[in-house]
């Protein structure tokens, strides 16, 4: 499966060499120009990662863990070209993941372990 995402990853990362009162104009005209839509998403990915890797995520009874935050572009994007049903497959979801490592969260368990003592018990 190929990345639609890649290339504007890549200008979003690209951008961080660019001098601060260029990077401006060039944001701009991305933004207005070609593929406009991927390099908004891509930019409001990194802003999701940031606050994602602030937050402090639990898995819920029941429901389950949080795996991943997706930009609406990018759900929008695979579910007209794939169905909507490919966000249950969990071999799609896997490819997302790899493939988009910004959308992962790392989400801890339920219960809290404080211990564990191994008692050998002998006769």
């Not at 979801?93 to 372990?113: A, F, H, S, Y």
């Given at each position: 499966m190929s990345n639609p995402n890649c290339i504007s990853t890549l200008i979003a990362n690209a951008l961080d060499d660019i001098p601060s009162e260029?990077?401006?104009?060039?944001?701009?005209?991305?933004k207005s120009g070609f593929r406009k839509e991927w390099v908004n998403a891509s930019i409001q990915q990194q802003k999701i990662a940031k606050q994602t890797s602030i937050n402090n995520f639990k898995?819920?009874?029941?429901?389950?863990?949080?795996?991943?935050?997706?930009?609406?572009?990018?759900?929008?994007?695979?579910?007209?070209?794939?169905g909507y049903g490919c966000w249950k497959d969990s071999?799609?979801?896997?490819?997302?993941?790899?493939?988009?490592?910004?959308?992962?969260?790392?989400?801890?368990?339920?219960?809290t372990q404080f211990?564990?003592?191994?008692?050998?018990v002998t006769s």
């Amino acid at each position: 499966m190929s990345n639609p995402n890649c290339i504007s990853t890549l200008i979003a990362n690209a951008l961080d060499d660019i001098p601060s009162e260029l990077r401006t104009q060039v944001v701009n005209e991305f933004k207005s120009g070609f593929r406009k839509e991927w390099v908004n998403a891509s930019i409001q990915q990194q802003k999701i990662a940031k606050q994602t890797s602030i937050n402090n995520f639990k898995s819920v009874n029941g429901v389950g863990r949080l795996r991943m935050r997706v930009d609406p572009t990018l759900y929008h994007y695979w579910g007209h070209k794939i169905g909507y049903g490919c966000w249950k497959d969990s071999q799609f979801l896997r490819e997302i993941e790899r493939d988009n490592p910004e959308v992962r969260v790392k989400c801890g368990g339920t219960r809290t372990q404080f211990g564990f003592q191994n008692t050998q018990v002998t006769s």
